[in-house]
């Protein structure tokens, strides 16, 4: 009997391979990257079962008019790459390109998603979604998909709220969002004093900007100078997304992932690197301490800008300014690049 309930359901099987080859390696990947699932962590919190669903969605936003964007391919294999790291590369390229085949009901998968994605999920997704319909040249047609697909996901004020701000050409009004506050973290890299980060070879017009929600991070060049990431170049007005590990030139400029989400932090005030100074009077060396004694005489934060607090009288001043027991001073904005720590450029006489 067990022989032949196993016969029938392997001719079932069979059939529904024949009739819906598509829908069959679906389920079978998927049944797959859920045995995978139970014995290695994830990075997301639903289920292996939606990344059939995700793979459909994105490749709907891969197509323009109709015409497959070759480019965006990869784009779209790295974000499902990073966020299910346990499925296989090859497996993932082949069910995307058969997926780029198939008529999708954008509404439909909306609509399953909106009822199984956690809110911080469904952003993500916006913004990866707004980044390929950008890239591709923002056709009309796929910014109404989006705007309807994001509605059909219960996030049609978020979508707005992050098309705004991605396109907000300086610091956004906070009054446009719905909840009073940007949906994305943002970062301006410049070479005049108002960014948050200076940027030396920048003119004082030329600025990039990062945004950050959560693990997912952005740039956007509003610059002239030669942007390149993952070996191509991000032309002025452009932004992509910027994964763990990767780098980005900006002229003879490196910077990183990690050092980008370094700078998010220290503009949050998030595990800034701090040391103390010992002063000697007698002979007016100093000492640098890792941890504060009862000699220290200043205290060093390191963040978007240099806080120095004199935690005794010291006689040195910094920015004109006497450095008295319990006086705080900021220094100037930082530069890039000493240590994967930042310090104000000298002054010069």
Not at 196 to 221: C, G, P, Q, W
Request: a positive charge; charged letters at 25%; proline letters at 3%.
């Amino acid at each position: 009997m067990t022989e032949l309930v196993s016969s029938v359901a392997d001719k079932i099987d069979r059939a529904v391979q024949r009739v819906t080859p598509f829908a069959y390696r679906v389920r079978r990947t998927g049944r797959r990257w859920m045995r995978r699932a139970m014995r290695k962590p994830r990075s997301v919190s639903e289920g292996p079962n939606l990344l059939p669903l995700l793979i459909q969605v994105l490749a709907s936003f891969t197509k323009a008019d109709g015409v497959i964007l070759e480019e965006e391919i990869d784009s779209s294999l790295g974000f499902l790459r990073y966020d299910y790291p346990e499925a296989v590369y090859s497996e993932l390229r082949q069910l995307f390109r058969q997926a780029l085949y198939e008529q999708q009901d954008l509404a439909a998968m909306a609509q399953k998603l909106g009822a199984q994605l956690s809110t911080e999920r469904k952003i993500m997704l916006g913004v990866q979604l707004y980044d390929l319909i950008s890239q591709a040249g923002l056709k009309q047609e796929q910014v109404v998909a989006f705007y309807s697909f994001m509605s059909q996901m219960g996030m049609a004020a978020q979508a707005i709220d992050i098309v705004y701000q991605l396109n907000a050409s300086e610091d956004s009004d906070p009054s446009i969002y719905q909840h009073g506050a940007s949906p994305l973290e943002s970062l301006s890299f410049g070479a005049n004093g108002k960014a948050d980060v200076m940027l030396k070879n920048l003119s004082e017009t030329d600025h990039l900007m990062a945004f950050r929600y959560h693990d997912l991070i952005l740039l956007k060049n509003y610059s002239g100078q030669n942007v390149s990431v993952r070996g191509r170049p991000l032309v002025r007005g452009g932004f992509c997304r910027i994964y763990p590990g990767q780098r980005i030139l900006v002229g003879d400029q490196v910077l990183s992932y990690q050092e980008l989400a370094q700078y998010f932090n220290a503009k949050k005030n998030v595990s800034l690197p701090q040391i103390f100074i010992r002063v000697n009077k007698e002979s007016d060396q100093v000492e640098l301490e890792r941890s504060r004694t009862r000699d220290s005489a200043l205290r060093v934060t390191f963040g978007l800008n240099v806080r120095v607090k004199a935690l005794r009288d010291v006689n040195a001043e910094l920015n004109g300014v006497r450095l008295k027991a319990g006086t705080q001073v900021e220094a100037q904005s930082l530069q890039i690049g000493i240590f994967g720590v930042e310090r104000p450029e000298p002054a010069r006489s």
